[in-house]
């Protein structure tokens, strides 16, 4: 008989019938004693989402997404922009697993009115996020990355060792039927020798790839020669949605297997699976890596397949995930199954061989599954984690808190906003670049309702994080006007 398969990162199976009444009333029994209710928190959050948001869209999913990223903007209007969105569709094999391309209204700042941003229904689709293509998945969709030269392409993770990547304006529309053959994707980048599922990013620097998988190695490749010119040069791509492919043809027949790329690099230094890797923001040469060895790895391909440093003991458990600051070089921020999110400044990384990060961000009460640096402010950075919230810290307000009366006195250092839309484990959320301060979150809400998930489109408000001297002044604006009203009437 098999061994049973390991339990995946971020995702639960789901319960099966049969079990059901049996878990209810042993949820019955253990509420009494409980602390509030998922329910009962998301009732709270719910009634102040038109006090602490300036926008937010909720938009049901049929099937869970493992990972949520923004595309390209396609244009600008006076009270919203429209961009496209990438999603995931992860299946029970009733219907084909898929990538799909949405169009996202993204409402401006200050334009939403507080009343109906909280007025959704929780089982609805949003009128703000409309399906506009659909590929079909060659199994499930683990990990969607954008290559920063041109979000139209897209490279996907899934339980394999291949990366595939995917040209989506020039991909056909596909209808997801049970028994619809796979979608063939543009280039498939091979190297791995075992199952690649999550670790997975795209130079900012230039057009490279780069995973890590269960043979505890990390692989880059380059795409520079097998994508056009017009794909990485601003001043040539062309519109979304204008058709023709921008990843180059090698004559195969359509109908044939995708072209293969083989790695530029093979790295080897980690002793067990590597959950996540980074590029350093100003080199496709230099990277980092972290796994369930508890180290971060930082690897720099001019010199060799051997680690430059190799960080242990980063954190007291696995590592899931890591993100370089795009504002400066030297921050590393890395999440763990510890519950906790750790900076590091490359510059010191280790104290007598053991990781030494300059601060520990601890505000979450399970593992953390995503972190990412803000595009648009250097201090600030967000984390999701499988306890259903999205926090959002800068690291300058770290030291600040205390002598603040407004600020709680639990509340953990550098935390400055606690996104608690979600009643179920968040497993990836992406800032939007082309908008400042608006963000894509998603959860798989297997655990809380037995299938599906949500993804929410938010902003919090400027109230928030803008200077407290000009909000003050604003407040006291607001103040006069509503005096001058009431004397009025």
């Known amino acids: 008989?098999?061994?049973?398969?390991?339990?995946?990162?971020?995702?639960?199976?789901?319960?099966?019938?049969?079990?059901?009444?049996?878990?209810?009333?042993?949820?019955?029994?253990?509420?009494?004693?409980?602390?509030?209710?998922v329910d009962e928190k998301y009732t709270q959050w719910k009634s102040l989402v038109p006090v602490l948001y300036d926008w937010l869209a909720n938009h049901n999913l049929v099937w869970p997404s493992l990972s949520c990223r923004w595309g390209p903007q396609l244009d600008v209007a006076t009270y919203k922009n429209r961009q496209r969105l990438y999603l995931s569709e992860q299946t029970d094999g009733s219907v084909p697993n898929t990538l799909v391309i949405a169009n996202c209204e993204v409402v401006k700042p200050r334009v939403a009115a507080a009343e109906h941003i909280s007025q959704f229904n929780e089982e609805a689709r949003s009128p703000f996020v409309k399906k506009y293509k659909t590929i079909i998945h060659p199994g499930e969709v683990n990990r969607i990355r954008e290559l920063p030269q041109n979000a139209n392409i897209v490279a996907t993770h899934t339980d394999s060792p291949d990366v595939l990547i995917w040209d989506v304006e020039a991909q056909p529309n596909r209808h997801a039927v049970l028994g619809a053959t796979n979608s063939r994707p543009d280039l498939i980048l091979t190297g791995h020798q075992d199952n690649a599922e999550f670790a997975l990013a795209m130079s900012p620097a230039e057009p490279y790839v780069l995973s890590g998988g269960k043979d505890k190695l990390?692989?880059?490749?380059?795409?520079?020669?097998?994508?056009?010119?017009?794909?990485?040069?601003?001043?040539?791509?062309?519109?979304?949605?204008?058709?023709?492919?921008?990843?180059?043809q090698d004559g195969n027949d359509k109908a044939a297997d995708a072209p293969t790329v083989g790695p530029r690099g093979v790295y080897n230094g980690h002793e067990d699976t590597v959950e996540d890797v980074a590029f350093c923001p100003s080199s496709a040469q230099e990277f980092c890596s972290v796994g369930d060895d508890s180290c971060l790895i930082l690897w720099d391909a001019r010199t060799g397949s051997g680690p430059v440093v190799k960080v242990e003991k980063a954190h007291d458990a696995d590592l899931h995930c890591v993100d370089w600051n795009p504002h400066d070089d030297n921050l590393i921020l890395t999440g763990s199954a510890d519950n906790s999110v750790h900076m590091f400044d490359r510059r010191n990384l280790t104290s007598?061989?053991?990781?030494?990060?300059?601060?520990?961000?601890?505000?979450?009460?399970?593992?953390v599954l995503c972190v990412q640096w803000s595009p648009h402010k250097s201090s600030v950075f967000g984390s999701s984690a499988e306890d259903g919230l999205l926090n959002i810290w800068d690291y300058d307000k770290v030291g600040k808190q205390s002598?603040?009366?407004?600020?709680?006195?639990?509340?953990?250092?550098?935390?400055?906003?606690?996104?608690?839309?979600?009643?179920?484990?968040?497993?990836?959320?992406?800032?939007?670049?082309?908008?400042?301060?608006?963000?894509?979150s998603v959860s798989d809400d297997c655990e809380t309702t037995g299938g599906g998930g949500t993804l929410q489109i938010w902003r919090m408000s400027d109230l928030l994080y803008r200077p407290e001297d000009e909000v003050l002044a604003e407040l006291e604006k607001f103040k006069a006007h509503v005096v001058e009203c009431a004397a009025k009437t």
């Open 352 to 367: 007598n061989g053991v990781g030494s990060p300059i601060f520990k961000f601890e505000g979450h009460k399970a593992a």
């Open 403 to 440: 002598g603040s009366a407004s600020e709680s006195p639990s509340s953990p250092a550098g935390l400055f906003f606690q996104h608690t839309g979600h009643r179920d484990k968040v497993v990836d959320f992406h800032w939007n670049a082309s908008d400042p301060w608006t963000i894509v």
């Open 218 to 248: 990390v692989v880059l490749w380059s795409i520079q020669d097998h994508i056009t010119t017009s794909a990485t040069d601003p001043s040539a791509a062309k519109s979304p949605g204008s058709g023709g492919s921008i990843i180059k």
């Open 1 to 37: 008989m098999d061994p049973p398969a390991p339990k995946k990162r971020g995702r639960k199976p789901k319960p099966k019938d049969d079990k059901k009444e049996d878990q209810g009333s042993r949820m019955k029994e253990a509420k009494k004693s409980q602390p509030p209710t």
